[in-house]
């Protein structure tokens, strides 16, 4: 059965009557810019046709009970519990949502259930996924009319990234949750994180005898924890140190003069975090260029710049990503990185349709004698974004 009728009969079978409405909202994959959006800098990534979908129903009180397909029974509070720590397992991101909106809105009481298309913690966000689908199912149903165009969406993707944040506690910038409400289908979004611009870039791989490879490693680092938030304040550090706001405001021809000014201890940390976001920025500009062009050999190469650029400089890649990324290569892919914040997650790679199969078998037969466990591919093309199904 398809997600989109799975989560009607799942909502059926919880709450013993029909859903009002069912709503989606896609995953997403970064074509290139990784750790930028927390720096005021630029992300592009695509939505994925892969979607979660949220069945939901008005109540009459403020209640809210949930349950998500695979994640046990379902899970009751009321929208006054909803604070910072409250609550602490899967429902605090879409909790979140609602307590989020609720500063500015008339939230009420919900019957909600999820079935999910988008792997969850795989870095294809499946956070910003969930978050999307209730946040557009409340607007709706509570008339708050945020999904009628972008500036509603960009109120709406703020208020997701504040429950995350803030409810579910991950210090992620607004790129996913950008993607997954304001991205259009056959383009990536080309997303300024300082001014929260967006630009639609077209993202027609297929026309070109190309796929987006997309390689969920399977892999959750152990010592994965902190790492995220540990990188944001690299950063936050070296702003101090150089006495700006952002890594956004040091130009690319002013990069070998900031490092320069970053000395004493933990310098030489801070100089390979900076160099990472400041060559990072300037290789999204680069790619979407390389995009409108249509030249996809640039994007390539971007690709396999990006990479080396997080693991020797960010240290955010791990031996499976750079297996995926090494075997994608040799099997003739134009470029390949890693993508979404690191540790495990997903690479990606740029391959031509033809080698497509033989791709896939190198990568997996490379992982088997690394002794990693089977990856799971995905060809990616750019789907559209959160909407009312049904
Ligand atoms: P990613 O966004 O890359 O998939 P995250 O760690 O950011 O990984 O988010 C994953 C978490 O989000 C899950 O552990 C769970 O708490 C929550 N989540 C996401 N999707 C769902 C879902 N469909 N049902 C229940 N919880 C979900
Ligand atoms: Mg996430």
């Not at 949930?66 to 909790?95: F, H, N």
Request: a negative charge; aromatic letters at 6%.
């Amino acid at each position: 059965m398809e997600a989109r009728e799975a989560v009607a009969v799942e909502f059926q079978k919880a709450y013993g009557s029909a859903p009002e409405g069912v709503w989606a909202a896609p995953g997403r994959v970064n074509l290139i810019g990784e750790h930028t959006d927390y720096n005021s800098g630029l992300v592009l990534p695509i939505a994925l046709p892969q979607r979660t979908y949220a069945a939901v129903r008005r109540r009459d009180d403020l209640g809210l009970r949930m349950v998500s397909s695979g994640m046990g029974p379902v899970k009751q509070m009321e929208l006054s519990t909803i604070a910072p720590g409250r609550p602490t397992d899967w429902t605090r991101y879409p909790a979140g949502v609602l307590w989020a909106l609720g500063a500015n809105y008339q939230v009420g009481g919900l019957d909600v259930a999820f079935v999910s298309e988008v792997p969850i913690g795989s870095g294809l966000s499946s956070s910003a996924a969930i978050e999307g689908a209730i946040g557009a199912a409340a607007s709706d149903l509570f008339g708050f009319d945020l999904l009628a165009d972008d500036q509603g969406r960009a109120t709406l993707a703020g208020l997701c990234q504040k429950a995350e944040n803030d409810i579910a506690g991950a210090p992620t910038g607004g790129m996913d949750q950008a993607a997954s409400l304001r991205a259009e289908a056959g383009h990536a979004l080309y997303l300024d994180c300082r001014d929260g611009s967006v630009t639609h870039v077209p993202f027609t791989l297929e026309d070109h005898g190309l796929t987006l490879l997309v390689i969920d490693t399977r892999a959750e680092h152990k010592n994965s924890d902190g790492q995220y938030g540990k990188r944001r304040a690299d950063c936050e550090k070296a702003c101090d140190k150089l006495g700006i706001s952002s890594l956004r405001e040091i130009e690319p021809t002013a990069l070998d003069a900031s490092l320069a000014r970053l000395t004493g201890f933990g310098a030489e940390r801070l100089r390979k975090r900076v160099r990472h976001i400041v060559t990072e920025i300037a290789r999204v500009r680069l790619a979407a260029t390389a995009l409108n062009n249509d030249d996809f050999a640039e994007l390539g190469r971007l690709f396999v710049d990006s990479h080396a650029s997080m693991r020797d400089d960010y240290e955010i890649s791990c031996a499976e990503l750079d297996c995926a990324v090494t075997s994608s290569l040799e099997s003739g892919a134009l470029g390949a990185r890693m993508t979404g914040g690191g540790f495990g997650g997903s690479a990606m790679a740029l391959v031509y349709t033809e080698a497509l199969a033989a791709t896939e078998k190198a990568i997996s037969t490379s992982f088997t004698a690394h002794g990693f466990a089977v990856p799971q591919f995905i060809h990616a093309v750019a789907a559209g974004p959160a909407t009312r199904v049904e």
